[in-house]
């Protein structure tokens, strides 16, 4: 036998075909049934879409083979580019490699895996007449399938795997499998070299005090720069789903000494790690003990009557229901403006997070908060699903397969440090909020007694959102506008949840739009928004000055210990260093 006929590849007959789809169909078929939760019946499918989607893929896949074929299959010595197919699949960053399209048995490997997820996918939206949030979840369990099966994820289907195994000798994939051990053992993937970070050296290393410690955060006060400051103070307060110095990474990146070069008198609440002892913690606590002990420890110390406040994602939300409660209390002169970093209050269009909040998944927490606080290796692994694509199985094959060195870089350091969260607060944020939607319902949540009602916050705002958001979508974070009564300023940055917000002036990178006139309608906003080059933060700073413009000398208790609260340690201070 020659060994052009071993290489000779076999058509498919269209029985085979059939076959195929047939076997797809059931596989696809359990795994819906599985993501819907295991009802126990078939899922409504619609058949003439169905027979629609099996008969292209049946057709399609023919033509694919006939392509190969005609070409001269493996057996071709120049091989012909590859149709160009569709454009998101000309973007796909896994297949970049020019082997995929110029070796015609990974072009074939490339578009077979493209087609099947196309069909797939058409298969998911084919289930008709389910509520359309289940639908969704059937979408995102196909997603994460696909993502998982594809070729560049095995040694043997991707061709830079296969070439650094050979000049190698191996040696990738034995590094690689040191890699894994590690991870494996310390039951997180890992992004980036740890080595090469020391918090308060190179990474959250803005210098300041502690001049506050209680059982839930420290309250940080960072050094002025200039002989005067803006007389209203600013209090950051980042999510305690994370570490705070993601507004205080390398000096160049840093939010914090970008504000304090500004002329703002500064302070930052860092969140205790959750352990046991705070396994009884709800979401009043972080608004009483939490934001609103720090803002009147602002204002007793500096004498001020209100703050400028920053509430990112979590912290945001909590922040409106700060401000509600104020509102109630007849308070809400104590925050002179808000800003939202990528907050929610509506979470009825919260994207793929409100799929985690079902029976299931939170019968699922509450096994895994056993010892009344959750790991923040669980969370980190969640937000990681959100974009598997790109925080998993690209560092799958990196990492794993490839046997790559980490690179350095802040972002992913900080991703990585992970924290906990107490039980029972987390268990009622994904209840109340992601599932039930009750902080827009007016009376329907009470803190300390006191129904709030978010109507009532006249609080002059400014909501940033992140154009490519996955964790807080541009359509949920607008409807924060249309449950608040007093001015609104927003504002849509590009990029996403983090480097939509984590964007410095000097980096000249991405985006934002603005309207010079509120809109009411998010639609609205887009079709007249003007586009403006760089970061937006030279934005906020101007929003803020005209809030509140009076300055006063940099003295006394404007210097962090200075004052009637003494230094405690230095920034970046313990508890961001506790696990």
């Known amino acids: 036998m020659k060994a052009q006929d071993v290489m000779e590849p076999h058509l498919p007959t269209l029985e085979d075909m059939q076959q195929w789809t047939q076997v797809l169909g059931r596989a696809q078929q359990l795994l819906l049934e599985q993501a819907a939760g295991a009802t126990g019946r078939t ?10 989607i099996q008969t292209g ?12 074929l005609d070409s001269g299959g493996l057996l071709r010595d120049q091989p012909e580019p590859p149709p160009s197919g569709s454009p998101a699949a000309a973007r796909d960053r896994r297949f970049a490699d020019p082997a995929w399209t110029q070796h015609p048995f990974y072009d074939l490997i490339r578009q077979s895996y493209l087609l099947l997820s196309d069909y797939l996918m058409k298969l998911a939206d084919a289930v008709d007449g389910v509520d359309p949030k289940q639908k969704a979840k059937l979408r995102f369990a196909t997603t994460g399938l696909l993502d998982a099966i594809a070729p560049s994820n095995f040694p043997l289907t991707n061709p830079l795997v296969v070439q650094k195994t050979i000049q190698s000798g191996g040696e990738n994939l034995v590094k690689g499998l040191q890699h894994m051990l590690a991870d494996l053992e310390k039951g997180q993937l890992t992004h980036t070299d740890g080595t090469a970070f020391e918090l308060g050296r190179n990474i959250a290393s803005t210098p300041g005090k502690v001049i506050r410690e209680t059982p839930l955060y420290q309250l940080i006060h960072y050094a002025p720069t200039t ?7 600013l209090i950051i307060f980042p999510p ?5 110095y993601i507004l205080d990474l390398s000096p160049e990146k840093s939010f914090v000494k970008w504000a304090v070069d500004q002329g703002i008198s500064v302070f930052l609440v860092s969140w205790k790690s959750a352990d046991a002892s705070m396994k009884d913690l709800v979401w009043d606590d972080y608004i009483l003990n939490g934001q609103i002990d720090a803002i009147d420890t602002v204002r007793d110390l500096l004498g001020v009557p209100g703050v400028h406040a920053i509430g990112y994602c979590v912290a945001g939300t909590t922040l409106a229901a700060t401000l509600a409660l104020l509102a109630a209390r007849g308070e809400g002169e104590k925050v002179a403006s808000a800003t939202f970093f990528t907050a929610q209050v509506d979470f009825s269009k919260a994207g793929d997070l409100s799929l985690f909040v079902d029976d299931e998944q939170m019968k699922m927490v509450e096994q895994l908060s056993s010892g009344g606080f959750l790991d923040g290796r669980y969370m980190a692994a969640t937000f990681n699903l959100l974009r598997g694509r790109d925080l998993i199985w690209n560092y799958v094959v990196n990492n794993y397969l490839l046997g790559q060195d980490y690179p350095p870089f802040d972002l ?19 209840t109340q909020l992601y599932r039930d939607n009750l902080l827009v319902r007016p009376g329907a949540i009470s803190v300390a007694g006191t129904p709030i009602d978010l109507r009532q916050v006249r609080t002059p705002a400014y909501v940033q959102a992140g154009r490519e958001d996955h964790i807080a979508p541009l359509e949920s974070v607008w409807k924060l506008t249309e449950h608040f009564s007093g001015p609104i300023r927003f504002l849509l940055a590009g990029s996403g949840h983090i480097a939509g917000v984590v964007n410095p002036p000097a980096a000249g990178k991405y985006q934002y739009w603005t309207c010079t006139e509120s809109q009411p309608t998010l639609e609205a906003f887009l079709a007249q928004a003007k586009e403006t080059k760089g970061s ?3 934005d906020w700073i101007e929003w803020i000055r005209g809030q509140t413009p009076a300055t006063v000398p940099v003295k006394g208790a404007r210097r962090p210990g200075r004052g009637r609260l003494k230094a405690i340690e230095d920034a970046p201070g313990r508890y961001v260093k506790t696990r």
Not at 43 to 52: I, T
Not at 227 to 233: G, H, I, N, Y
Not at 240 to 244: A, G, Y
């Open 240 to 244: 305690w789903i994370n570490r705070f």
């Open 536 to 538: 937006w933060w030279p």
């Open 43 to 52: 899922l409504p499918f619609d058949p003439e879409a169905v027979a629609r």
């Open 412 to 430: 992913l350091y900080w991703n990585g440090d992970t924290t906990n969260l107490p039980a029972r607060w987390h268990r009622d944020y994904l």
């Open 57 to 68: 893929f049946a057709d399609e896949g023919l033509a694919l083979w006939q392509r190969f």
């Open 227 to 233: 002989d005067k400051v803006l007389e209203t103070p």
